[in-house]
């Protein structure tokens, strides 16, 4: 979507670049000419995402470059190691995207404290602590730095059955919105996205595992009646990464295919065939003839 080199001369931090829609997003702002460094737990993963990023066919000549440093997101003193390497390399940041996150499907009386500790952890506690890491480093150097945070859908709405992740993306969520107000002044400015979904193993072999995989398609409850396609949320990342989007701070931006306005109060009339609506339509007209009398009455 942006034009090639749209994002020389800038540096990211994308924590959980090395699989999934972090790798996806990656691969778009390298070519696009951003220096990125990638983080996260494992780092066989990130070393190998880093090493396929820098030697991909079809690399343009301008595209940036690839750091990968292996960071637990709920350690402060390993997201400070991050920091420091990638100055060091590319000699500043200028956007941080927290994408990093853990999540499975459960019914949330099944929990244990521990478990629902860890996801709160990694996505909310981890999203805050590179935030605020970020966020001090910017202020002091004046620099006019932008946070994109990956939310979810259900951030805004609740969701069962994956109670932890709702909290915690919610949480994020405010302190996209709170932050954006108040670190407007240093010019920096903080979005989230809010995507449906898009098929990762990750993802997938988490909240989508056999049987249940076979037993429902997500895709049938979508408007669009497809899942989406990393390009599309990778474009839209890069713009609210990029300058193009300066005047835009503290928004959350929604991109799945209109399965959340599905849970719209009437939607369920998508199954009513033709010949019922028909019928509908006569009763209903039938209905206002009645009532119409009954006022003359
Ligand atoms: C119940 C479970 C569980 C499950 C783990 N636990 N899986 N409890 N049901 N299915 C419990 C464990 O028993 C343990 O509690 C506690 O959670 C921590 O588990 P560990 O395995 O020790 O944790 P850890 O090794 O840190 O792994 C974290 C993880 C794992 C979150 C559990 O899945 C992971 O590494 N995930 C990272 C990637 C990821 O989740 N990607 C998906 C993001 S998708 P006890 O008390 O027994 O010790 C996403 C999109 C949503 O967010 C929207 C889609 C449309
Ligand atoms: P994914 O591939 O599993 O990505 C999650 C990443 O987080 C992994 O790279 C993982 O790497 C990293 N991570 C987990 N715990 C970490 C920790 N403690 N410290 C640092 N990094 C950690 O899944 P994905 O689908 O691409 O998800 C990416 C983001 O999109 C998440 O925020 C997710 O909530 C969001 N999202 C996804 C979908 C979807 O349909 N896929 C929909 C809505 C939102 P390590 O294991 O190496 O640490």
């Known amino acids: 979507m942006l034009r090639d080199g749209a994002?020389?001369?800038k540096t990211i931090i994308v924590t959980g670049g090395g699989t999934g829609l972090g790798k996806s997003i990656s691969r778009y702002l390298v070519q696009l000419g951003a220096n990125v460094t990638i983080c996260s737990r494992r780092q066989a993963v990130i070393d190998e995402t880093a090493h396929e990023l820098?030697?991909?066919?079809?690399?343009?000549?301008?595209?940036?470059?690839?750091?990968?440093?292996?960071?637990?997101v709920r350690n402060p003193t390993e997201i400070e190691n991050v920091i420091s390497q990638t100055i060091e390399k590319f000699g500043r940041i200028d956007g941080l995207l927290n994408n990093s996150a853990g999540n499975f499907i459960s019914p949330t009386e099944r929990l244990?404290?521990?478990?629902?500790?860890?996801?709160?952890?990694?996505?909310?506690?981890?999203?805050?602590?590179?935030?605020?890491?970020?966020g001090k480093y910017w202020i002091e150097n004046k620099i006019p730095g932008t946070v994109l945070n990956i939310s979810t859908t259900y951030a805004s709405t609740g969701s069962g059955y994956v109670v932890p992740s709702a909290v915690a993306k919610g949480g994020a969520l405010i302190m996209t919105k709170s932050l954006a107000a108040e670190w407007g002044k240093y010019g920096i400015r903080l979005n989230a996205i809010a995507p449906g979904p898009f098929p990762t193993k990750g993802a997938w072999d988490r909240l989508f595992p056999e049987p249940l995989a076979s037993m429902m398609d997500p895709t049938s409850r979508i408007p669009l009646k497809r899942v989406g396609e990393h390009g599309e949320l990778a474009n839209l990342a890069a713009y609210l990464l990029s300058d193009y989007s300066g005047y835009i701070t503290g928004e959350t931006i929604t991109i799945d295919g209109g399965e959340v306005l599905a849970a719209g109060e009437f939607s369920h009339l998508e199954q009513v065939t033709s010949e019922q609506w028909d019928m509908i339509e006569q009763t209903i007209k039938q209905a206002n003839r009645a009532s119409k009398k009954e006022g003359q009455g």
Do not use: H, N, W
């Open 54 to 72: 820098m030697t991909e066919p079809g690399r343009p000549a301008g595209a940036g470059q690839v750091l990968a440093v292996a960071c637990d």
């Open 112 to 134: 244990s404290y521990k478990a629902f500790d860890t996801i709160v952890d990694i996505v909310l506690r981890g999203t805050y602590y590179f935030t605020l890491a970020v």
């Open 7 to 9: 994002m020389q001369g």
